[in-house]
């Protein structure tokens, strides 16, 4: 008997993947989100041998412009691709701030089929561009019995990474992605997947977001700390301006200067939400008893653009400070 070839989507929101640049040595100074979805595939032939493709252009823009109303549009998008009996939906990305749509999507969709995040480090018109094997790549990952269940995943320079441990640890190297203080899901060799992790924090259906129902996120913004911090002002600024929440890149283990932290114990009083994350790469952020008392939420091992992402989401569900908490300890 034929098998017939799995029913993938490509949803197309541009990056460097889409970009073009003015000489074919060129990979930087280039424009980011330029080339059409149909072009994309275009430049890679072989894909028609793994499954059929259908594709749509939600977005063309550099992710570093990423904004809510995009996100929102997509969960709408995967949702109607599942709906029609696509077997798994494929994001062309800009890496940038490809970890925080992963992330979001992640916690808000409700489904077990594969949904892979895919980008490039050059743009399409460079020489060795890295798109087309990384979208080969993303496609044969969608197909693939064993990616169900998983949650939100990218594929990068041949690596299949979680959305939750998915950092960009490298501004300008192909190899510009990690999975830092958990490790990579799996590797892709020529189009085959082989698993050899996995991620026991909760995502998808196991978490209490769902996509379809939000149809605003509320304000949450993040502050560094650094010496003779004068960002006091700026946290005040941003309540004032209508944050619900405040996530604080911390230095260490979760400090904050003086002169911030006065501030930031005020507005603690007035009922902002304040996750204290840390400009530390890995490990994760261990709060005094003091602090917890003032009120303020560890956001453990999540950077503070991740944490920023699941504080939203816990905002849209409660205020209760314990329940937030409770989130970060479980996604
Ligand atoms: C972007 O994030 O859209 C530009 C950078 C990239 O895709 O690598």
Same mark, same amino acid.
């Given at each position: 008997m034929i098998k017939s070839k799995a029913k993938i989507a490509i949803l197309a929101t541009g990056g460097t993947i889409a970009g073009v640049a003015g000489s074919q040595i060129s990979s930087v100074g280039y424009t980011a989100g330029v080339v059409g979805v149909k072009e994309l595939i275009e430049a890679v032939p072989e894909i028609e041998n793994l499954a059929q493709i259908q594709t749509k252009q939600v977005a063309n823009i550099d992710s570093s412009n990423m904004n809510d109303e995009i996100w929102l549009k997509l969960i709408q998008e995967i949702n109607s691709c599942f709906k029609q009996g696509i077997d798994g939906v494929v994001i062309t990305h800009g890496t940038d701030t490809m970890e925080e749509t992963a992330y979001f999507l992640n916690l808000t969709l409700k489904h077990h089929k594969p949904v892979v995040l895919v980008g490039a480090m050059r743009p399409s018109s460079a020489r060795s561009a890295d798109g087309p094997k990384n979208l080969y790549n993303a496609i044969s990952l969608a197909t693939d019995k064993n990616a169900q269940g998983k949650g939100v995943m990218v594929v990068m320079n041949d690596k299949i990474l979680s959305a939750r441990a998915i950092v960009k640890t490298h501004t300008l190297n192909v190899d510009a992605f990690s999975s830092l203080n958990f490790g990579d899901l799996g590797y892709i060799v020529d189009g085959k997947c082989f698993f050899y992790n996995e991620i026991l924090k909760l995502?998808? &259906?196991?978490? /209490?977001?769902?996509?379809? &129902?939000?149809?605003?996120? /509320? &304000?949450?913004?993040?502050?560094?700390?650094?010496?003779?911090d004068g960002s006091g002002i700026a946290a005040k600024a941003l309540f004032d301006n209508g944050a619900q929440g405040l996530v604080i890149a911390g230095s260490g283990a979760g400090n904050i200067h003086e002169n911030q932290k006065k501030v930031l114990k005020e507005l603690l009083k007035q009922g902002l939400k304040i996750v204290l994350s840390t400009r530390v790469a890995q490990g994760q952020v261990m709060l005094s008893e003091e602090d917890i008392k003032l009120g303020f939420i560890s956001a453990l091992d999540l950077n503070p653009q991740k944490a920023r992402i699941l504080l939203i989401l816990a905002l849209t569900q409660t205020k209760d400070i314990h329940t937030i908490r409770e989130f970060f300890q479980k996604y």
């Open positions: 995502h998808t &259906k196991q978490t /209490p977001f769902d996509g379809e &129902k939000i149809k605003t996120l /509320p &304000k949450v913004d993040i502050l560094y700390t650094y010496s003779n």
